[in-house]
Nanobody
């Protein structure tokens, strides 16, 4: 099992910045992907940014504004969010995926942290 603990988030004005952090613990061996998703009420959870194999991918809506950084030695992943917009308001979830020696994929989620951007 992998446990993900998030920190950061909160209330910020439009144009401001926030930083989310996520630390993984437990059986973190072979975690190949870590990233961030977000969800607003009534909508599906959507990918924000993901780090895998040394490369990063971003949702089009956050490209140029958000930056994901991962420390494999510490099993952490951060999301720096700049130039925040009201439409970025959501609950943000840390995500990790692990492949075991039988090539079975396990997906883990953090508890979520609220980000609210006021206009």
């Amino acid at each position: 099992q992998v446990q993900l603990v998030e920190s950061g988030g909160g209330l910020v004005q439009a144009g401001g910045s926030l930083r989310l952090s996520c630390a993984a613990s437990g059986n973190t061996f072979n975690i190949n992907t870590m990233g961030w998703y977000r969800q607003v009420p009534g909508k599906q959870r959507e990918l924000v940014a993901i780090s895998s194999g040394g490369s990063s991918n971003y949702a089009d809506s956050v490209k140029g504004r958000f930056t994901i950084s991962r420390d494999n030695a510490k099993d952490t992943v951060d999301l720096q969010m700049d130039s925040l917009k009201p439409e970025d308001t959501a609950v943000y979830y840390c995500n990790a995926e692990r492949i075991d020696w039988l090539k079975r994929k396990s997906v883990y989620w953090g508890q979520g942290t609220q980000v609210t951007v006021s206009s």
